[in-house]
């Protein structure tokens, strides 16, 4: 009964398409108009904060920003002036970069608030009365090079100074091949949310601004911050869609005319794919989902499937037409059997795309609720309107001169194409198990071989290279991509500041600072450090409220009293009272210090720990969370590195749950699809062998170009298995059709061709399609292109010489019971088809 109220459902679609073309063009063009309303509305969100949205860490690092705000004092972002030179501290680039300084502070609509630089530091040490910039310009002005040299040697100890200098510091030659000087500005307080990296930031407009002043000044000084990265965040997007669109759709036009090969199907094909553009990015904006990088992605993917789908629908309906039947009955028939196919492919590739609904990262669980949504408008413009439109279109043909092209089907019976998709026909008939255990081997190689596949996130992920490749370097205007600086700064910061600019990891405390043995666990966590811990007087280079309480208790007499006080066993560490120690603490000069490692409360306090700038970042995570467990009470492990740890453990996590849930969800969907169409469960199986082989050869193609799973590619192996089902379902559709009334052979033969012809054109359009995605200025979205187009070529290949082997085998030992189309019950008089 239920297949009867299926088929009698498609029946009424058929009717609807044939019958009331002219009726459901007009209410998919309102739905458009609809949509289209909702393009405006559409928000763009970029950076890494996305991603760590709900991750622990993450929540952690941001609860130490806002609790201990003493040290992120509020209402002020900075800039910071990275000035490259053989000697930085030279008179002459010295006096450069407080000039640019100056010249910084003098612009109101900058709002500078203070400075430092190792330049300061020297004109202040010539001229200890210069207080300001101008003072100290005339300082160093009016010195000699000796007397310049003379105070970089005198500064040798301070590490205010040497802090700012690179790690080639000589002090001895009184040089350094670059420094650092900071520029701090006035932030509205509103605006500071959006000071950090990614999306958009106060400090944008300002740093743009900083980079023309200081260019004004000579020499090699670059402008570096939060703001230039939010800036280069979102150019990279509007760079790469401006490179990747035209060149997309080159290709794509270009397969569609050979696919197509003729001018009003090519238009009709290529208005059905806008308009499922329209629909899923009108969504978007209707319902409020910011389009991020990760989304770059959609626009390639509908195309892929509403390619394959429309020349699906084009290819099936010439073949009707070329045996003889009129435009209703051919489309008729066509759509009697896609849609069903159209809809097996649709739910699971929904499947597939839904299944990223298990990460923990929201931006791909945006992503994969988007791209899920997209392929069912996919499924609706191409299953309905497009066969609507060519009904309309080619019954005005009949009645008007409307130039008509070629309109005979890919791959048939002679054509050479015919014959190469042919190619796993032979095998098939005559050894199948020897094929499929050849590729079963393959594949489980192909796994274990991908095994090794890194995982990865970084903020660089999301910028584009440091050094963008030639090819784009020479495109001309508007397609040339904007000078990018962030990453090189980055990698330069890296290298040339390491010994300086050591990392730190926090541990965030709650709930005990007050407790008698607090301080005591701080200072015996401090005992024995990791590997990856920078260690002085064999104890952690450590930062807490302790160090401030002894740093006071050493110039302060009178809170040195108070300490000894409430020290029961005399080691210097308080063991009692602590609140009256952190009253009288907060009380003395440290009490902005004592701030950024206690909070106002007495419930929560944080431990900065300094670790090895050359230290690996895997462990130093595992030893910061080894760290945080010694404490009693809850702790958490915090800090950049900690957060980025987290977030790229999460991306493995969700790229092998997804594709867990992906496989078992499109299995299983099958399985029930084919039972309840065809009564012939054990199709599922025939379905899934493809599919297995694609998977497992993405997986292998990882490793051997060196691609890690990053935030773009977490998603390409459940997206192989949406895109695999889709080459697969249509061979296995067609072949249970042909089946039904031809012997084995021809059915497998005419399935190849018919469904092979069309799924050559496809794969073709949207491999190039998808590989313009390598041009992108973002060189993630280049590697997510390379894959996505890669699981494509796999997932055809594999459907034309794998598939035929396992439908072999799956004909032979099925039983002997006639096979019927999927959906292909009997029709009751017609009544179905012909109602309203």
């Known amino acids: 009964m239920a297949r009867l109220e299926f088929q009698r459902f498609v029946d009424w679609v058929d009717h609807r398409i044939v019958n ?43 609860r130490v920003t806002e609790e201990f705000s003493p040290r992120f004092e509020a209402g002020t972002g900075s800039t910071q002036l990275i000035q490259r030179a053989p000697n930085v501290l030279t008179r002459r680039e010295l006096l450069r970069m407080l000039e640019a300084q100056k010249r ?33 310009i005339s300082a160093l002005e009016r010195a000699t090079d000796s007397e310049v040299a003379a105070a970089v040697r005198e500064n040798a100890d301070n590490e205010r100074f ?32 959006g000071a950090g990296q990614g999306g958009d930031s106060p400090l944008t407009p300002i740093q743009r601004t900083a ?152 931006p791909i669980r945006d992503f994969g609720v988007v791209a899920a949504i997209g392929i069912v408008f996919t499924f609706l413009v191409f299953g309905v309107f497009l066969p609507a439109t060519k009904v309309e279109v080619d019954r005005l043909r009949e009645r008007y001169p409307i130039p008509t092209f070629s309109q005979s089907p890919l791959g048939r019976e002679g054509s050479s194409l015919g014959r190469v998709l042919r190619l796993g026909v032979a095998p098939a008939l005559r050894a199948p198990a020897v094929v499929l255990v050849v590729a079963l081997v393959l594949s489980g190689s192909a796994m274990w071989y991908a095994t090794g596949v890194d995982t990865e996130f970084g903020q660089e992920d999301f910028l584009p290279p440091a050094e ?59 005992q024995d450090p990791p590997d990856t811990f920078i260690v002085e007087d064999r104890r952690a280079d450590s930062t807490s409220v302790l160090t401030v309480i002894d740093a006071e208790a050493r110039e302060n007499p009178e809170f040195a009293a108070v300490v000894a006080r409430h020290d029961r066993d005399g080691d210097g560490v308080p063991d009692r009272n602590l609140a009256e120690v952190y009253d009288a603490l907060f009380a003395t000069d440290s009490a902005a210090r004592a701030g950024e490692y206690l909070a106002d409360d007495y419930r929560s306090s944080r431990v900065d720990y300094r670790v090895r700038a050359d230290a690996d970042d895997d462990a130093v995570v595992a030893d910061a969370r080894e760290v945080a467990a010694r404490f009693r009470g809850p702790s958490t492990a915090t800090g950049a590195v900690v957060v980025f740890s987290a977030i790229s453990d999460l991306i493995l996590d969700s790229a092998v749950q997804s594709l867990a849930i992906s496989m078992a969800g499109t299995g299983a969907f099958l399985v029930f699809v084919y039972w309840w169409l065809e009564r012939r469960p054990s199709l599922a199986l025939a379905n899934l062998v493809p599919i297995l082989v694609a998977v497992t050869f993405v997986a292998g193609t990882m490793r051997l170009a060196g691609i890690s799973f ?106 002997n019971d006639p096979l019927v189309p999927l959906g292909g019950v009997e029709r009751e008089s017609g009544a179905a088809a012909t109602a309203d």
């Open 468 to 526: 963008a490749p030639a090819y784009l370097k020479s495109l001309p205007e508007p397609f040339a991509p904007s000078d990018y600086s962030v990453v090189a700064d980055i990698e330069f910061l890296e290298e040339r500041f390491s010994s300086s600019q050591s990392g730190v990891v926090t541990v965030y405390l709650e709930g005990r600072p007050t407790d008698d043995a607090y301080l005591e666990t701080l200072d015996r966590v401090a």
């Open 162 to 193: 040497t802090g700012l200098l690179a790690d080639d510091f000589n002090p001895t030659a009184a040089s350094a091949s670059a420094t650092i000087a900071v520029v701090t500005h006035s932030i509205p307080l509103a605006d500071e949310a």
């Open 710 to 815: 990053n935030a773009f590619t977490a998603t390409v192996l459940a997206l192989t298995i949406g895109l695999g089902v889709d080459y697969s379902v249509h061979v296995v559709h067609r072949f249970v059709d042909e089946r039904a009334d031809h012997d084995l052979e021809t059915a497998l033969d005419r399935t190849v061709r018919g469904t092979g012809g069309a799924l050559a054109g496809s794969m073709l359009t949207t491999v190039f399609g998808l590989g313009v995605l390598v041009l992108a200025v973002l060189s993630v979205l280049g590697q997510f292109g390379l894959l996505t187009a890669a699981s494509i070529v796999y997932s055809f290949l594999a459907s034309m010489l794998v598939l035929p082997s396992a439908l072999v085998l799956w004909d032979r030992f099925s039983g």
């Open 211 to 362: 980079g023309r002043v200081v260019a004004t000044v000579g020499g090699d000084i670059s402008v570096f911050g939060s703001g230039v990265i939010a800036d280069e965040f979102g150019t990279v997007i509007a760079d790469s869609l401006i490179l990747v669109v035209p060149a997309a759709v080159v290709f794509i036009l270009f397969f569609l005319v050979v696919a197509y090969r003729d001018l009003v199907d090519l238009l009709l094909g290529t208005a059905a794919l806008g308009m499922a553009i329209v629909w899923t990015f009108g969504f978007l904006g209707l319902a409020g989902i910011p389009f991020n990088q990760i989304m770059i992605a959609v626009p390639p993917l509908l195309l892929a499937v509403g390619i394959d789908f429309g020349i699906h629908a084009i290819n099936r309906y010439r073949e009707d037409r070329a045996e003889g039947l009129p435009v209703g009955d051919a489309m008729r028939k066509a759509t009697d059997q896609l849609l069903v196919a159209f809809f097996i492919v649709t739910a699971t590739t929904v499947i597939g795309f839904l299944s990223n609904l298990v990460s923990n990262l929201t």
């Open 104 to 136: 910084l502070s003098d612009r109101d609509d900058l709002r500078v608030v203070g400075t430092a630089s190792a330049a300061s530091v020297v004109a202040e040490t010539l001229d200890p009365d210069a207080d300001g910039l101008s003072e100290q």
């Open 20 to 62: 009331r073309s002219r009726r459901v063009i007009l209410v998919f063009l309102v739905v458009t108009l609809v949509f289209g309303a909702g393009l405006s509305a559409v928000s763009t969100e970029a950076g890494t904060e996305q991603f760590a949205e709900e991750v622990p860490e993450e929540e952690a690092f941001s």
